[in-house]
C-alpha cells in the first residue's frame, strides 16, 4: 500500500520517523477550495493553509494555467551572468510596486531558508565591501523562526533545530522573545516589558560593541515559535536602536506578508520599515516553491558594486527566478488583489479572533493571541501559575490530532495550537473552525 511504500522509504522532514513507522501517514490527494480530502475520502479543513502558505486555497485553475502556459512557453531558464526572462522580471517589478517604499531590488531563492541564508551572505558581503569586515554579528530572538539550513537554522531560536545539529554556527545573539504573557516578570506592565526587551537589546548591542552588529532580524508576528504578538511599542523601539547603532533591520515575512495579519506585510501592521524584507510562502500559495527578498537602495548599492570590484556577486541558485514558479507568483499577486484577499483577512479578523478568545476560560487555555487570520492557543496545566503540561507539547499534540478527527487540520508547535486558515475562508468556515476546534478541546480535556 501507499502508506506501507512510505513508511518503507520515505523520510520525513519535522517528524518523530519512529513513531511515524508505527502510525503511518495521513495522506492528503486532493484539495478544494478551503478543504483536503484524504485516502479515505475524509473532508478537512485546512486551518493552517498546508504551512501557512495556500492563501488563495486549494484549487485555483487560474495558477494552474499559469504554471501550464509558462511551461509550455519556457520551462526553465535561469538569471545567471546578465541572462534574463519574464516571468521573474515581472514579478520583481510587481514586489519592488507592493513592498513599503525604499524596497527596490529583488533576489529570488527557492524556499525561505535559503532566503535567509542569502540575507546572511548578502550583508557579510556588504561589510566586508564597506571595509567593516568586523561588522558581522546577528541579532534574533529566542522562539524566532527563520528556516532550517545552516545560516538560517542559526537564526532560528528554538531549541529543536539547535541541539543536536550543532547550531548555531554563525555569529549570533538571541534576545528575549517578544511574549509579555510568557515572559513579562510579576507585575510587570507590557510597557515595562517592552523598555526592558529595548534595554535589553541595546546592552547587548553595547557589550558585544556595535561596530560587531550587522543586523537584527525578526518576524513581525512570530508564527512557527508559536504566534506570538509583540508588545506595544517593540518594534518602533527596535527600529530606532537599529538606526542609532547602524544595524540593518531585516524583517522575515515569509508568514507575514501578503495580507495575513490584515495589512500587506507586518511591518506595516507594527509602522516600522526595514532595510531588507524576506517573503515567501503566501507569494505563490505554495503551488510551487519560491521565496523572495527585497533590498532597500544602500544595502543593493554596497552589493553591486562589490560585484564590479571582484567581478561577480557569486552567489545564486539553480532555480532562482524559476520561470514557472514566477509566473504562479505573479497570478496568485493577481487573484489576491482582484479578489481582495487582504481585505477579507481585515473583515474576517475580528469574527475570528473574538471567536476563538471564546477558549480563553476553557480549563486547557493558558492563553489565546493573534492578530488578522493567524492566532495561537497556549495549553496550560495550570491557568494561575501558567505552567506548560509535561511531557512538554504533549496535549497540544493530543488536541491537534482530535482537531483533525473532528475535521480541522490546525498545528501543534510546542504548546500552542495554531491557526493559520486560507485567506479565502469565509464567515461560515470561520464559524466551523471554531466548532471543530471547541469540540477538540473539550475531548483534549
Ligand atoms: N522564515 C519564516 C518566518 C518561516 O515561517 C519559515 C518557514 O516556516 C522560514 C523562514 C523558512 O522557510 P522554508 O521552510 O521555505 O525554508
Redesign the pocket.
Known amino acids: 500500500s501507499l502508506a506501507a511504500a512510505d513508511i518503507a522509504h520515505s523520510v520525513h522532514p519535522y517528524t518523530n520517523m519512529r513513531l511515524h513507522e508505527e502510525q503511518g501517514p495521513m495522506i492528503i490527494t486532493r484539495g478544494d477550495g478551503v478543504h483536503v480530502y484524504d485516502d479515505q475520502g475524509k473532508e478537512y479543513i485546512e486551518g493552517l493553509s498546508g504551512?501557512?502558505s495556500v492563501a488563495v486555497g486549494f484549487s485555483d485553475t487560474r495558477l494552474k494555467d499559469a504554471a501550464m502556459r509558462q511551461m509550455e512557453a519556457l520551462p526553465y531558464y535561469h538569471s545567471f551572468a546578465h541572462k534574463a526572462h519574464e516571468p521573474s522580471i515581472r514579478l520583481a517589478e510587481k514586489l519592488a510596486e507592493m513592498t513599503p517604499e525604499g524596497l527596490n531590488r529583488i533576489f529570488f531563492t527557492n524556499?525561505?531558508?535559503?532566503a535567509?541564508d542569502t540575507v546572511v551572505k548578502m550583508v557579510w558581503f556588504m561589510n566586508n565591501a564597506l571595509g567593516r569586515p568586523e561588522k558581522k554579528k546577528f541579532l534574533a530572538r529566542n522562539k524566532g523562526?527563520?528556516?532550517?539550513t545552516v545560516a538560517?537554522g542559526s537564526l532560528t531560536g528554538l531549541p529543536a533545530n539547535h541541539g543536536d545539529f550543532d547550531l548555531p554556527a554563525i555569529p549570533v545573539r538571541h534576545l528575549t522573545c517578544p511574549h509579555h504573557w510568557r515572559w513579562g516578570h510579576e507585575g510587570e506592565s507590557e510597557a515595562e516589558f517592552t523598555a526592558r526587551l529595548l534595554k535589553e537589546a541595546e546592552d547587548v548591542i553595547l557589550e558585544e560593541g556595535p561596530e560587531t552588529i550587522a543586523a537584527f532580524i525578526g518576524?513581525p508576528v512570530m508564527?512557527?515559535g508559536g504566534v506570538m504578538v509583540p508588545p506595544e511599542g517593540y518594534w518602533p523601539g527596535i527600529a530606532a536602536l537599529c538606526r542609532k547603532y547602524d544595524i540593518l533591520l531585516v524583517s522575515?515575512e515569509?508568514?507575514n506578508g501578503f495580507g495575513r495579519l490584515g495589512t500587506p506585510f507586518g511591518c506595516q501592521k507594527y509602522g516600522f520599515v526595514p532595510d531588507i524584507m524576506?517573503m515567501?510562502k503566501q507569494l505563490t500559495s505554495s503551488y510551487m516553491p519560491l521565496?523572495a527578498i527585497a533590498l532597500n537602495d544602500r544595502v543593493y548599492d554596497a552589493i553591486a558594486d562589490n560585484s564590479a570590484k571582484l567581478g561577480t556577486f557569486g552567489h545564486g541558485f539553480t532555480g532562482s527566478g524559476h520561470p514557472v514558479a514566477c509566473a504562479v507568483g505573479l497570478e496568485n499577486l493577481r487573484i489576491i488583489e482582484e479578489d481582495d484577499l487582504m481585505g477579507n483577512a481585515a473583515r474576517l479578523e475580528e469574527r475570528f479572533q473574538s471567536g476563538l478568545r471564546r477558549f480563553a476560560d476553557h480549563p486547557l487555555v493558558g492563553e489565546v493571541r493573534g492578530v488578522g487570520l493567524i492566532a495561537g492557543l497556549e495549553l496550560v496545566a495550570d491557568k494561575a501559575t501558567r505552567q506548560s503540561f509535561q511531557p512538554a507539547g504533549k496535549i497540544a499534540a493530543t488536541v491537534a490530532k482530535m482537531a483533525a478527527e473532528e475535521g480541522l487540520i490546525c498545528r501543534n508547535v510546542y504548546e500552542t495550537v495554531a491557526l493559520c486558515p486560507p485567506l479565502i475562508v469565509t464567515e461560515a468556515q470561520v464559524d466551523q473552525i471554531i466548532d471543530r476546534l471547541g469540540r477538540a478541546l473539550d475531548r483534549g480535556w
Open positions: 504551512l501557512w524556499s525561505g531558508s535559503e535567509n523562526y527563520h528556516g532550517i538560517s518576524e508564527g512557527a522575515d515569509v508568514i524576506v515567501s521565496a
